[in-house]
């Protein structure tokens, strides 16, 4: 998982098999509270299994500013790339 696209078919991947996200609302623009009905509860688990798969530790504060689907993928993107 390096590129933005792998990084995004996963992330869609986890939104639509663990919380239940409608598909055809999951876009790179996407708000994450407004159009996905995710919570903060819902983002701590995002973060959680984000971590198992790219077996690296997550700094909460990466993620504090994500809003957007967008957000997320481009922080991911950061992480997995950092020292590579």
């Not at 078919?9 to 407004?34: G, P, R, Y």
């Not at 790219?54 to 790339?81: G, Y």
Request: aromatic share 4%; proline share 1%; charged share 35%.
């Amino acid at each position: 998982m390096h590129t933005r696209e792998e990084i995004f078919n996963t992330i869609k991947d986890i939104l639509i098999k663990d919380f239940d996200c409608d598909a055809a609302k999951i876009k790179m623009e996407s708000n994450l509270v407004e159009d996905l009905d995710l919570d903060s509860i819902d983002a701590v688990d995002l973060v959680v299994k984000l971590q198992t798969i790219i077996n690296k530790k997550v700094d909460p504060e990466d993620f504090k500013q994500i809003r957007t689907l967008q957000d997320v993928v481009d922080a991911v993107e950061k992480i997995v790339n950092a020292n590579n």
